[in-house]
């Protein structure tokens, strides 16, 4: 398992990229088949495979984020919303001071809400962040991939997240996702009332239909779907 970028800086100087791409994660419960670096592994799956496709930096993780809705369960730890815009915002300055004056947040945790806000502040002058994959990217991957399940009913440690760490890092996904499916129905007061109203064993989706291959198409279908993000800030 290599989530972290290893490169160098001398192949930084040699690749002399305009574009970063830095994923963000969480550290939360997913479940007992998943673990607590689940999204942040994921998001540097994505980051792995965008900086081998196209001609962007992978930045290393933010692995702690905004997951107070799981705040009860253990080994679970957020940061402010306020403490993450704070942090992106430094490595957006840092990357400028070094010439790289574009950014892309690769989000792997729906519940980071402030990155829209980040980057709708970031383009006000000029065009400098996307904020990569988005609702549609997904929805269009699990229909390319053939999942069975749609992104509401398989928000948390199902279908998708499960495929995507069988065939990217297999290592990650321990025996018991095959019987872990929770319908977690309607969620109207998921902010209110947190993930515990809804689940009792911190899944909601169907992590029985997931498989490697499913895994693979999805990454393929994000892979194709980020070159409109580098067109979007003028990189294509």
């Excluded at 550290?27 to 962007?56: K, M």
């Amino acid at each position: 398992m290599n989530l972290l970028p290893t490169i160098t800086t001398v192949d930084v100087q040699e690749q002399a990229p305009r574009v970063a791409v830095l994923p963000i994660g969480s550290y939360e419960q997913h479940g007992g088949h998943l673990p607590l670096i689940t999204d942040t592994a994921i998001a540097c799956v994505i980051a792995r495979e965008l900086a081998a496709a196209y001609p962007v930096l992978a930045l290393p993780p933010i692995s702690i984020a905004c997951s107070h809705e799981h705040g009860t369960w253990p080994g679970t730890v957020s940061i402010s919303a306020r403490t993450l815009h704070l942090v992106i915002t430094d490595v957006a300055e840092s990357l400028e001071a070094s010439g790289i004056r574009k950014l892309v947040l690769v989000n792997a945790y729906g519940g980071n809400y402030v990155l829209s806000n980040i980057v709708q502040e970031a383009n006000l002058t000029e065009l400098r962040m996307s904020l990569f994959p988005r609702g549609r990217e997904w929805d269009r991957a699990r229909e390319q991939a053939g999942l069975a399940s749609n992104g509401h009913d398989d928000m948390h440690a199902g279908e998708i997240e499960t495929s995507i760490l069988l065939h990217a890092e297999p290592s990650l996904v321990r025996p018991g996702y095959e019987t872990a499916d929770h319908d977690g129905g309607e969620r109207p007061f998921l902010l209110t009332l947190g993930m515990k109203a809804y689940t009792g064993t911190g899944v909601i989706g169907f992590p029985s239909h997931a498989t490697a291959q499913k895994g693979k198409a999805v990454l393929s279908s994000l892979m194709a779907s980020f070159a409109d993000h580098l067109a979007a800030l003028d990189e294509a």
